[in-house]
C-alpha cells in the first residue's frame, strides 16, 4: 500500500470535526493527518488537540484562505500522495486507500475523486463536473439550465460511470504529490471556492488525467462551515473572475466580469 498524506484546512466546523475524525481514530491511521485551522474561534481547535498530537495541527491566527492553507498543510507532509478532504466531508480511511491505490497502478491520472454524497445519500452534482466555460455559468447564474431546453443539460455528468472526467468533487480528491508541487500546489490568489477547479484544470494542460470512481463514496455537508456570508459571496465572486482570466478567452472574461459586477 502506498503512502500517502491527509490535508485538512478547518474552520469553525465544531459541528462536524468529531465526525470527520472517528473513521481515523478508528483505523489506526491519524499518523495521516494534517489539519491547518484558520483561526476558529468555536471550540474547532481543542478538539483537534484531543486527538492529534501538537505537530499534526498548524494553528493559524487569522482566516487566509482555504487555497494558502492547504498549501501550508501540504509543505509539511513527505508522502507521494495527498488526499485533500474537507472537515465536513465523512469517509473512511479505506476508500482513500483505495483511491491512493488507483493512483499508484494508473501513473496518466493525476487526481482521482469519488462519488460524494449529501447527507440524504442523493448524489451531489459536483461528484463529476465539466470545468467552468461562459455558457455554463450564465445558464447557471439565469437559472436556464431548471427549464430543460434543448441544448441545456438540467445536470452536469451525473454519472454513476467510472471514467476520466474535466472536473471531481473539491471536498475530497487524492493528488500525485509530485504534480502537486510542479504545478506549485493551490493558486493563493483564490482565497475560497475556484481554486480546486483552477487546479484541476491545471492538471489536464500538463496532460495528466482525472479519474472519477463511481464504486467509492463520501458524504459531504455542504456549508457546515460557520462563514461570513458577505466576504464568501465576496471571494466567490473574486475566484470566477480569476478563473475565466486564467484559463478562459478574454471575450468570455468581459461578458463575466459584467454578470458579476
Same mark, same amino acid.
Given at each position: 500500500?502506498?503512502n500517502?498524506d491527509?490535508v485538512?484546512v478547518?474552520f469553525?466546523?465544531?459541528?462536524?470535526?468529531? %465526525?470527520?475524525?472517528?473513521p481515523?481514530?478508528?483505523?489506526? %491511521?491519524?499518523s495521516?493527518l494534517?489539519?491547518v485551522?484558520n483561526?476558529?474561534?468555536?471550540?474547532?481547535v481543542p478538539?483537534?488537540?484531543?486527538?492529534l498530537?501538537?505537530?499534526?495541527?498548524?494553528?493559524?491566527?487569522d482566516?487566509?484562505?482555504y487555497?494558502?492553507?492547504?498549501?501550508?498543510?501540504?509543505a509539511?507532509g %513527505?508522502?507521494?500522495?495527498?488526499?485533500?478532504i474537507?472537515?465536513?466531508c465523512?469517509?473512511?480511511?479505506?476508500?482513500?486507500?483505495?483511491?491512493?491505490?488507483?493512483?499508484?497502478?494508473?501513473p496518466?491520472?493525476g487526481i482521482v475523486?469519488? %462519488?460524494?454524497?449529501?447527507?440524504?445519500?442523493?448524489?451531489?452534482?459536483?461528484s463529476c463536473r465539466?470545468?467552468p466555460?461562459?455558457?455554463?455559468?450564465?445558464?447557471?447564474i439565469?437559472?436556464?439550465?431548471h427549464?430543460?431546453?434543448?441544448?441545456?443539460?438540467k445536470?452536469?455528468?451525473?454519472?454513476?460511470?467510472s471514467?476520466?472526467?474535466?472536473a471531481?468533487n473539491?471536498?475530497l480528491?487524492?493528488?500525485?504529490r509530485?504534480?502537486?508541487?510542479q504545478?506549485?500546489?493551490?493558486d493563493?490568489?483564490?482565497?475560497?471556492?475556484?481554486?480546486?477547479?483552477?487546479?484541476?484544470?491545471?492538471?489536464?494542460?500538463?496532460?495528466?488525467?482525472i479519474?472519477?470512481?463511481?464504486?467509492?463514496?463520501?458524504?459531504?455537508?455542504?456549508g457546515?462551515?460557520?462563514q461570513?456570508?458577505?466576504r464568501?459571496?465576496r471571494?466567490?465572486?473574486?475566484?470566477?473572475?480569476r478563473y475565466f482570466l486564467?484559463?478562459?478567452?478574454r471575450w468570455?472574461?468581459?461578458f463575466?466580469n459584467r454578470?458579476?459586477s
Amino acid at each position: 500500500m502506498p503512502n500517502y498524506d491527509v490535508v485538512t484546512v478547518s474552520f469553525e466546523n465544531v459541528a462536524t470535526i468529531q %465526525r470527520y475524525l472517528e473513521p481515523w481514530v478508528h483505523a489506526n %491511521r491519524l499518523s495521516h493527518l494534517t489539519v491547518v485551522d484558520n483561526a476558529s474561534k468555536d471550540g474547532t481547535v481543542p478538539q483537534l488537540q484531543a486527538v492529534l498530537l501538537p505537530q499534526q495541527i498548524q494553528l493559524n491566527t487569522d482566516n487566509i484562505g482555504y487555497a494558502k492553507a492547504a498549501n501550508q498543510g501540504a509543505a509539511v507532509g %513527505r508522502q507521494p500522495y495527498i488526499a485533500f478532504i474537507n472537515p465536513d466531508c465523512f469517509v473512511q480511511s479505506d476508500t482513500v486507500c483505495k483511491l491512493v491505490e488507483f493512483l499508484h497502478e494508473n501513473p496518466q491520472v493525476g487526481i482521482v475523486g469519488c %462519488r460524494v454524497l449529501n447527507e440524504n445519500g442523493g448524489l451531489q452534482a459536483a461528484s463529476c463536473r465539466r470545468l467552468p466555460t461562459f455558457w455554463r455559468v450564465f445558464n447557471h447564474i439565469t437559472g436556464l439550465y431548471h427549464l430543460g431546453l434543448p441544448g441545456i443539460n438540467k445536470s452536469e455528468q451525473k454519472s454513476l460511470q467510472s471514467g476520466s472526467v474535466e472536473a471531481i468533487n473539491g471536498a475530497l480528491f487524492v493528488i500525485r504529490r509530485d504534480l502537486f508541487e510542479q504545478l506549485n500546489g493551490f493558486d493563493e490568489a483564490f482565497p475560497l471556492h475556484f481554486e480546486d477547479l483552477d487546479l484541476f484544470a491545471r492538471c489536464l494542460k500538463s496532460r495528466h488525467e482525472i479519474f472519477y470512481l463511481a464504486d467509492y463514496q463520501a458524504t459531504h455537508l455542504q456549508g457546515a462551515s460557520t462563514q461570513d456570508n458577505k466576504r464568501v459571496k465576496r471571494w466567490k465572486k473574486h475566484g470566477l473572475k480569476r478563473y475565466f482570466l486564467k484559463h478562459r478567452p478574454r471575450w468570455e472574461q468581459w461578458f463575466v466580469n459584467r454578470l458579476t459586477s
